[in-house]
């Protein structure tokens, strides 16, 4: 009898093991206890997840190229309680002072107002950012995307790239 219990406790730990092994995909995600909503593609791979405050989302976006060996393209999404106006500005100004110190950072154009473009060098690759922020229900919110400046996966995995995070920029709003 004990034998047996064993062996099915064997066999449900790797049934689990199975199971926290098997990618799991993007698609609706709610953060800030429902508050914040978004969608992403189901090609999205999720590689990080913190709870609390701030709340943290990263989706790797898969490069089918050479070039995903030295570049992870990804998508953050970062929310975090504030009070005010005044704390939502002091958590934009401290995210642009860490870009800032990034290794070959240079300011692009930015197309609005808290959204920010700029280049960036990670372990020598050439990167594109684009940062933008909401301040909804007391929630900072920012949504970092981030990819090869370069990619031999071409200018419609680019565009594609672009697109999911402009869908879920128009969610954030």
């Excluded at 034998?3 to 099915?8: A, L, P, T, Y």
């Excluded at 070039?67 to 970062?78: E, I, Q």
């Excluded at 372990?123 to 950012?129: E, I, L, N, S």
Aim: aromatic fraction near 8%.
């Amino acid at each position: 009898m004990d034998r047996m219990r064993r062996r099915r406790g064997i066999g449900l730990q790797l049934l689990l093991g199975l199971t926290l092994a098997t990618p799991i995909h993007a698609g609706e995600v709610s953060m800030a206890g429902g508050a914040v909503r978004f969608h992403t593609p189901d090609a999205w791979q999720p590689i990080l997840e913190t709870q609390g405050d701030p709340e943290v989302r990263v989706f790797q976006v898969p490069d089918p190229s050479p070039t995903a060996g030295n570049a992870l393209a990804r998508v953050t999404v970062t929310v975090k309680q504030v009070a005010n106006l005044a704390e939502f500005q002091a958590f934009v100004t401290g995210a642009l002072h860490k870009a800032q110190s990034l290794d070959g950072y240079r300011a692009g154009a930015n197309p609005a107002p808290n959204d920010y473009a700029y280049e960036a060098r990670e372990y020598g690759v050439a990167f594109q950012y684009r940062e933008r922020y909401w301040l909804k229900d007391n929630h900072a919110i920012q949504l970092r995307c981030v990819r090869p400046q370069q990619s031999q996966a071409g200018a419609a995995w680019a565009a594609a790239f672009d697109r999911g995070c402009d869908d879920i920029a128009a969610a954030l709003q």
